[in-house]
């Protein structure tokens, strides 16, 4: 039984906290509880101790603990984990949004404007909006993030904003070759020289991983493939925008380079999705970018039909998808994208993980890093069935308790 009844902080050094009282516990352990794939417990506990998950099961079988949490009768499920993201940039694009809405297609040329913003400002700058949007993501149940670089596009800018990025998070990603930089327009080869060159020297001790955006008005295959292929020399594994504006050999050289993550995946053929189902290369799909630029919605259901692995994340950035919320995002997936409640879920936490090759997080079986979100909700659904409602009451990061009850 439990030793005693007062609120911890998520456990510390030689404590532990047992959170009782759930009503439905989403572990991502299909060897858990119900044996489906979010392995869900009812009635249920789990325990903490130091930055890990130590226990879970039936709440009648808790282990004694140093601390307890009453849950109240509501879920809990694994923090978020959102593995694309653009976080450190400046300035603001609302007019450019104003007018998408009014019917001008969106397009990649709007990244110039950032650039331009991003380049002027200062790196305290660009920390504070980092963690700006980082606090806002984490209120709403993120407790993994990635974000990458791409608003600076000189050596110095790309550099600096990784470093930004690496004072927030692990999951670091060089993206010069976000858009062909304003200054070599009509030389992109020599662009694509830069990238892989020079700048890929200055960013690579910064990063984990490397990007491209494989698209009209971007890089095409062959640059595409030249600058992943040069990031991995350095030892940054590759991840790439694929598909998101019409169809194109990003998905394909995403398999074929075994990327992490093909992220948008809008328009494909069957061709791709074959390929998606065959390799290791996990299909993040962001519909805030479709949200927000009324583009179609990418096929979840054709994907996961197939049997590949399908990640959901919001794609935060000031232009195409200016959100920071999971749980929008796992609405718009189950309203829109063919996915169950059940499917948008795993999609947005173990996913993830996946999408990041991590195996610490995604999860609350014992072992697994203890990120988890405590819903105002008996459920999970309530996610997809309530959008739009705050519905997070509490959240712990690595063992910590960083949004209070509510």
């Known amino acids: 039984m439990v030793q005693s009844s007062t609120y911890g902080n998520g456990g510390g050094p030689g404590g532990s906290t047992a959170v009782v009282g759930i009503s439905s516990l989403v572990t991502n352990d299909p060897a858990q509880g119900d044996g489906s794939p979010l392995g869900v417990i009812r009635d249920a506990a789990l325990v903490i101790e130091g930055d890990r998950v130590v226990w879970t099961g039936e709440g009648a079988r808790v282990p004694a603990t140093d601390h307890v949490v009453d849950a109240g009768g509501r879920a809990v499920v694994p923090g978020f984990v959102d593995s694309h993201s653009h976080l ?29 913003a991003t380049r002027a400002a200062s790196d305290e700058a660009l920390s504070a909006n980092v963690a700006r949007y980082l606090a806002e993501a984490l209120r709403q149940g993120t407790t993994t993030f990635e974000t990458k670089s791409g608003y600076g596009l000189t050596v110095e800018d790309e550099a600096r904003a990784l470093r930004v990025a690496a004072a927030h998070t692990d999951e670091v990603t060089y993206l010069g070759a976000h858009i062909v930089a304003p200054e070599y327009a009509d030389d992109p080869a020599a662009y694509v020289d830069l990238v892989t060159g020079p700048m890929l020297d200055a960013c690579a001790p910064h990063a984990r991983w490397v990007d491209v955006f494989c698209e009209r008005g971007a890089f095409d295959g062959d640059a595409a493939r030249a600058i992943l292929t040069a990031g991995r020399a350095k030892g940054l594994v590759p991840r790439i925008h694929a598909n998101q504006l019409g169809h194109g050999p990003g998905v394909q050289l995403a398999v074929e380079l075994d990327a992490a993550s093909a992220d948008h995946c809008t328009h494909l053929t069957d061709a791709d999705v074959d390929a998606l189902a065959a390799g290791n290369t996990v299909a993040t799909l962001l519909p805030g970018a479709e949200f927000s630029t009324r583009a179609p919605w990418p096929d979840a259901r054709r994907l996961l039909d197939a049997g590949v692995t399908v990640a959901l994340s919001t794609d935060c950035n000031p232009g ?26 795993w999609a947005a936490t173990a996913g993830g993980a996946a999408a990041l090759r991590r195996e610490d997080v995604g999860r609350l079986a014992p072992g697994a890093r203890a990120d988890l979100v405590l819903l105002d909700a008996p459920s999970h659904v309530h996610l997809a069935y309530r959008p739009g409602v705050p ?16």
Do not use: H, K, N
């Not at 019917?103 to 040329?109: D, F």
């Not at 919320?325 to 189950?334: D, G, K, M, N």
């Not at 009451?393 to 009850?405: D, M, N, T």
């Open 88 to 116: 450190v940039f400046a300035g603001d694009r609302t007019e450019e949004f104003a007018a998408r809405m009014s019917g001008r297609p969106y397009s990649a040329g709007g990244i110039r404007t950032t650039v331009a």
């Open 320 to 345: 195409s998808s200016f959100t920071s919320s999971v749980p929008f995002c796992v609405a718009l997936a189950v309203r829109d994208m063919g996915m169950t409640p059940d499917e948008a879920l």
């Open 391 to 406: 519905l997070v009451a509490g959240v712990w990061r690595a063992g910590e308790q960083v949004v209070p009850l509510g």
